[in-house]
Nanobody, 115 residues
Framework: QVQLVESGGGLVQPGGSLRLSCAAS????????MGWYRQAPGKQRELIAG???????NYADAVKGRFTIFRDNAKNTVYLQMNSLKPEDTAVYYC?????????WGQGTQVTVSS
């Protein structure tokens, strides 16, 4: 059974930082591309950061230079370091694992940026 479990969300002030984690089980983690998506109220889910099995990364323009995605294959975990957070970063953040036609989602973690 595949499980992706996100953690690390919460309430943070503008300009603050958070680190999200996504722990995977039930897959050969090192072979999967991993991504972080977010969905704000009334908006579609969007890809904000991705990392391939070879550790190539890509970012949405909205987070480039502020967010960093990285993975620890020994821990079957992917992380999203979020710095200089803005109120518009408020959303539910989801982890995704993808390989060929297979894709799996976590349950999401809420990030709220507010003073």
């Amino acid at each position: 059974q595949v499980q992706l479990v996100e953690s690390g969300g919460g309430l943070v002030q503008p300009g603050g930082s958070l680190r999200l984690s996504c722990a995977a089980s039930g897959i050969i983690f090192s072979t999967y591309a991993m991504g972080w998506y977010r969905q704000a109220p009334g908006k579609q889910r969007e890809l904000i950061a991705g990392i391939t099995s070879r550790r190539s990364t890509n970012y949405a323009d909205a987070v480039k230079g502020r967010f960093t995605i990285f993975r620890d294959n020994a821990k079957n975990t992917v992380y999203l370091q979020m710095n200089s957070l803005k109120p518009e970063d408020t959303a539910v953040y989801y982890c995704n694992a993808g390989l060929d036609s297979r894709g799996y989602w976590g349950q999401g973690t809420q990030v709220t940026v507010s003073s």
